[in-house]
């Protein structure tokens, strides 16, 4: 059988059965999955398209489980075919958005309205999963209808943005969501302290004259949802870690065989609080920056595996909303254009493997919430990315394809780009 | 010395953190130079003439804003007044679109209160003109940290080696910040009291020493400010009733019996009598809530002078 697309020469960033990491590969594609994966010679040639990908290193199409696209309602911040576009270009194959659009996300039909939106605009793909509310307009009063919503298309279930207080209703919405083999994604947040204060209490809050969000408000939550994953043997997904006490607690449960899966972001493993200094909004967000030590624990959590995946919490806003004072800002970074190279930025210093990353950011999502993924064997779906690590490129309007450029590193310089994007072999960047 | 010459190196006034040691005795020695105007029969100059000052005040405040107008009219400046309501502000208009309404209007200086933290920051990134801050938030409040100590200076010749108690409620006060920043770079120790509820997370690394008890905290202190309750702290369940607060926190006249002989009070107002003050304290020998208020036109005057003519100096 003869592949109909070969890419020549790129260095696979983790690695296979048949073919190690950091070898120099020809990956063969045909009719839309990989055909096989065999050393780089320079001399073979092959009788079909063929893609040039010296220099550059090969993943796997990734896996954003935790987007806010806006739409429907607050489309000027992003709509599903601008989200999809940036999620494209920043090497996610697949995204999973959050309920909390306008309306809110908690019936089949808006679900099927989302699906529908993101296959016209995006037919080749990335793929769009929505995540349902876990209950009517997130109000936590009563389950949204789930079962119908999974039918639909919910990869999960999630109040995320607005916490849920109530330990009994929210052990009733796991168990719910499980009846229909869907896990509950929680934001953790004891929604009594400080909600939303979008920075963390602490030594700078105390200088700039800012409410601060103490990090026990996360891990206090936390610790409840690892303690109802464990007694109910149900999954639960702990959605944006950012301090070091939730990591503590999130591997004391996993010792304790809880079925307990968590998340955190590009930002929690690059800034900390200080971010803030200056009263910068972009740097404002939920949960809060932490401090250096928090940042530390963070990076080791992903490494040791503690921490399952790196999401994005892309949240889009519009320049005017986060051009206000600190306190009146909205909470949230823009991040599907530049999550992956500033988590490979993480990479060269041995940080973080690539390998991990590519854990990190495809296979776990993928294990967790049953997307399948490239692994790069036979068989596997072609979607591929192709990553330069010496491109340098500044964050701007003219290179990020989200309608918001919310994010801190607008402006700065980042090392580090995907260059080309396949999905089921045909190129979609 | 001070260069009295030099063009006024800054643009703003945001906090006390931005002006050098020979800065603050800069404004000290013009404040000095201008308490004698105020003094005069006719308390005017023609200094700041054709020089316009927009006292925005989207918070309430009579004393310090009566006291920046004062200043300014005092050294023939035009002062306009613009508060929250009757504002756009209040009909929901961002501070960016207010700041470039303001900016259209060419004022040489808008002096700001503000309850958001930054506020005067903000402004002042988008500005030509210079921006006062006359309090943003829980973060500075730069006029009234430089009259407090200019005020001490005057008592004292210098605050170096005085110890200076700052009571009452910390975490939600500008004043505090700025006057621990200012007083501690002037050579002064600062003492913190007030519950923890009261007190800011990060508080241990100032460089200030932290009281829960106020008799201990006044022994030998030179001089005690006590800052203003914010009723508000109740609902918030900070404090229980102002009862208690009164008889745990408020400074009273036993409290003064430890401390250093002519200890000074001071308080930026408006007071709660009876609650963080004892209303005997206040109108007593030991206080100095009086000077602060005269204090503080002289040093808004030198401000003003300052800010409003750095470019003339410059040329
Ligand atoms: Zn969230």
Same mark, same amino acid.
């Not at chain 1, 048949?18 to 070898?23: H, I, N, R, S, T």
């Not at chain 2, 927009?54 to 107008?69: G, W």
């Not at chain 2, 913190?192 to 008799?215: D, Q, R, Y």
């Not at chain 2, 609650?275 to 003003?304: K, P, Y």
């Given at each position: 059988?003869?592949?109909?697309?070969?890419?020549?020469?790129?260095?696979?960033?983790?690695?296979?059965?048949?073919?190690?990491?950091?070898?120099?590969?020809?990956?063969?594609?045909?009719?839309?999955?990989? $055909?096989?994966?065999?050393?780089?010679?320079?001399? &073979?040639? *092959?009788?079909?398209?063929?893609?040039?990908?010296?220099?550059?290193?090969?993943?796997?199409?990734?896996?954003?489980?935790?987007?806010?696209?806006?739409?429907?309602?607050?489309? *000027?911040?992003?709509?599903?075919?601008?989200?999809?576009?940036?999620?494209?270009?920043?090497?996610?194959?697949?995204?999973?958005?959050?309920?909390?659009?306008?309306?809110?996300?908690?019936?089949?039909?808006?679900? =099927?309205?989302?699906?529908?939106?993101? +296959?016209?605009?995006?037919?080749?793909?990335?793929?769009?999963?929505?995540?349902?509310?876990? @209950?009517?307009?997130?109000?936590?009063?009563?389950?949204?209808?789930?079962?119908?919503?999974?039918?639909?298309?919910?990869?999960?279930?999630?109040?995320?943005?607005?916490?849920?207080?109530?330990?009994?209703?929210?052990? +009733?919405?796991?168990?719910?969501?499980?009846?229909?083999?869907?896990?509950?994604?929680?934001?953790?947040?004891?929604?009594?302290?400080?909600?939303?204060?979008?920075?963390?209490?602490?030594?700078?809050?105390?200088?700039?004259?800012?409410?601060?969000?103490?990090?026990?408000?996360?891990?206090?939550?936390?610790?409840?949802?690892?303690?109802?994953?464990?007694?109910?043997?149900?999954?639960?997904?702990?959605?944006?870690?950012?301090?070091?006490?939730?990591?503590?607690?999130?591997?004391?449960?996993?010792?304790?065989?809880?079925?307990?899966?968590?998340?955190?972001?590009?930002? *929690? $493993?690059?800034?900390?609080?200080?971010?803030?200094l200056g009263y910068s909004t972009r740097a404002k967000v939920n949960p809060p920056l932490r401090t250096q030590e928090d940042v530390e624990a963070m990076r080791l959590a992903v490494e040791g595996g503690v921490i399952d995946i790196?999401?994005?919490?892309?949240?889009?806003?519009?320049?005017?909303?986060?051009?206000?004072?600190?306190?009146?800002?909205?909470?949230?970074?823009?991040?599907?254009?530049?999550?992956?190279? #500033?988590?490979?930025?993480?990479?060269?210093?041995?940080?973080?493997?690539?390998?991990?990353?590519?854990?990190?950011?495809?296979?776990?999502?993928?294990?967790?919430?049953?997307?399948?993924?490239?692994?790069?064997?036979?068989?596997?779906?072609?979607?591929?990315?192709?990553?330069?690590?010496?491109?340098?490129?500044?964050?701007?309007?003219?290179?990020?394809?989200?309608?918001?450029?919310?994010?801190?590193?607008?402006?700065?310089?980042?090392?580090?780009?995907?260059?080309?994007?396949?999905?089921?072999?045909?190129?979609?960047? | 010395? @001070?260069?009295?010459?030099?063009?006024?190196?800054?643009?703003?006034?945001?906090?006390?953190?931005?002006?050098?040691?020979?800065?603050?005795?800069?404004?000290?020695?013009?404040?000095?130079?201008?308490?004698?105007?105020?003094?005069?029969?006719?308390?005017?100059?023609?200094?700041? +003439?054709?020089?316009?000052?927009?006292?925005?005040?989207?918070?309430?405040?009579?004393?310090?804003?009566?006291?920046?107008?004062?200043?300014?009219?005092?050294?023939?400046?035009?002062?306009?007044?613009?508060? @929250?309501?009757?504002?756009?502000?209040?009909?929901?208009?961002?501070?960016?679109?207010?700041?470039?309404?303001?900016?259209?209007?060419?004022?040489?200086?808008?002096?700001?209160?503000?309850?958001?933290?930054?506020?005067?920051?903000? #402004?002042?990134?988008?500005?030509?003109?210079?921006?006062?801050?006359?309090?943003?938030?829980?973060?500075?409040?730069?006029?009234?940290?430089?009259?407090?100590?200019?005020?001490?200076?005057?008592?004292?010749?210098?605050?170096?080696?005085?110890?200076?108690?700052?009571?009452?409620?910390?975490?939600?006060?500008?004043?505090?910040?700025?006057?621990?920043?200012?007083?501690?770079?002037?050579?002064?120790?600062?003492?913190?009291?007030?519950?923890?509820? $009261?007190?800011?997370?990060?508080? @241990?690394?100032?460089?200030?020493?932290?009281?829960?008890?106020?008799?201990?905290?006044?022994?030998?202190?030179?001089?005690?400010?006590?800052?203003?309750?914010? #009723?508000? &702290?109740?609902?918030?369940?900070?404090?229980?009733?102002?009862?208690? *607060?009164? &008889?745990?926190?408020?400074?009273?006249?036993?409290?003064?019996?430890?401390?250093?002989?002519?200890?000074?009070?001071?308080?930026?107002?408006?007071?709660?009598?009876?609650?963080?003050?004892?209303?005997?304290?206040?109108?007593?020998?030991?206080?100095?809530?009086?000077?602060?208020?005269?204090?503080?036109?002289?040093? =808004?005057?030198?401000?003003?002078?300052?800010?409003?003519?750095?470019?003339?100096?410059?040329?």
């Open positions: 059988m003869s592949p109909d697309l070969v890419i020549r020469g790129g260095r696979l960033a983790c690695g296979t059965a048949a073919v190690k990491a950091d070898c120099l590969t020809d990956c063969l594609v045909k009719d839309g999955r990989i $055909l096989d994966v065999v050393p780089h010679d320079p001399d &073979r040639t *092959y009788e079909c398209e063929s893609v040039e990908a010296t220099g550059l290193v090969l993943l796997p199409s990734l896996i954003d489980a935790h987007a806010h696209l806006r739409e429907p309602g607050q489309e *000027y911040k992003e709509d599903i075919a601008s989200g999809l576009a940036a999620a494209a270009a920043g090497g996610f194959g697949h995204v999973m958005c959050m309920a909390n659009t306008r309306p809110v996300n908690d019936d089949a039909s808006i679900t =099927r309205d989302m699906l529908d939106i993101a +296959r016209r605009s995006h037919p080749h793909g990335p793929r769009l999963h929505p995540i349902g509310a876990l @209950s009517k307009g997130l109000r936590a009063e009563e389950l949204a209808p789930m079962a119908d919503m999974a039918q639909a298309g919910c990869i999960a279930f999630s109040n995320d943005g607005l916490p849920v207080a109530s330990a009994e209703f929210f052990r +009733r919405a796991v168990e719910y969501a499980a009846t229909f083999e869907r896990i509950v994604i929680d934001h953790c947040e004891e929604p009594t302290m400080a909600p939303a204060a979008g920075m963390n209490e602490g030594v700078v809050s105390a200088t700039l004259g800012l409410k601060g969000q103490p990090w026990v408000a996360e891990a206090a939550q936390v610790a409840r949802d690892v303690l109802l994953a464990e007694y109910l043997n149900l999954p639960i997904h702990i959605a944006h870690v950012s301090c070091k006490a939730s990591v503590e607690l999130i591997a004391f449960a996993k010792g304790r065989g809880a079925p307990v899966t968590a998340e955190t972001c590009p930002h *929690y $493993l690059l800034l900390t609080e200080e971010a803030c790196i999401a994005t919490d892309h949240a889009p806003h519009a320049e005017h909303e986060k051009e206000v004072e600190f306190d009146l800002a909205p909470c949230g970074i823009s991040g599907l254009d530049t999550a992956l190279s #500033l988590v490979m930025s993480l990479t060269p210093g041995q940080i973080l493997s690539e390998a991990r990353v590519v854990e990190a950011m495809c296979h776990a999502p993928g294990r967790i919430f049953g997307i399948p993924v490239n692994r790069f064997a036979p068989g596997d779906p072609a979607d591929v990315v192709l990553y330069d690590p010496h491109h340098r490129w500044v964050a701007s309007r003219e290179t990020m394809r989200s309608k918001s450029l919310n994010t801190p590193w607008l402006g700065r310089t980042i090392m580090g780009r995907v260059t080309a994007h396949f999905m089921a072999g045909r190129r979609i960047v | 010395m @001070s260069n009295d010459t030099a063009p006024w190196p800054h643009k703003d006034l945001l906090d006390t953190d931005q002006l050098s040691l020979a800065d603050v005795k800069r404004i000290f020695d013009t404040a000095v130079s201008f308490q004698e105007i105020n003094e005069r029969p006719v308390k005017k100059v023609p200094t700041l +003439r054709g020089k316009s000052v927009i006292l925005f005040f989207a918070e309430a405040s009579t004393r310090t804003k009566t006291s920046f107008d004062v200043a300014g009219k005092r050294l023939s400046a035009d002062t306009f007044s613009l508060a @929250s309501s009757g504002s756009s502000l209040s009909k929901g208009e961002s501070l960016k679109d207010t700041a470039l309404t303001l900016q259209a209007m060419a004022p040489d200086a808008i002096v700001l209160r503000h309850r958001y933290s930054g506020s005067s920051r903000f #402004l002042a990134e988008r500005l030509e003109c210079s921006v006062i801050n006359a309090g943003d938030g829980w973060h500075a409040h730069p006029t009234q940290a430089l009259l407090d100590a200019f005020t001490l200076t005057q008592e004292w010749g210098s605050v170096a080696g005085k110890a200076v108690c700052i009571l009452g409620d910390i975490a939600h006060s500008r004043v505090a910040r700025s006057n621990v920043d200012l007083l501690t770079r002037l050579g002064a120790t600062v003492r913190l009291c007030a519950p923890k509820t $009261l007190l800011p997370m990060g508080v @241990s690394t100032w460089p200030v020493e932290i009281h829960h008890n106020v008799t201990e905290a006044v022994r030998d202190a030179n001089a005690v400010m006590c800052l203003r309750l914010q #009723l508000e &702290r109740m609902q918030a369940g900070l404090l229980p009733d102002l009862r208690e *607060y009164a &008889r745990t926190f408020g400074l009273s006249p036993r409290h003064l019996e430890r401390a250093a002989p002519n200890v000074r009070v001071l308080h930026p107002g408006p007071m709660n009598r009876g609650v963080e003050i004892d209303s005997t304290l206040a109108d007593s020998m030991n206080s100095l809530v009086l000077d602060q208020v005269a204090s503080g036109v002289a040093v =808004r005057m030198a401000l003003l002078f300052l800010y409003l003519t750095r470019k003339e100096a410059a040329q």
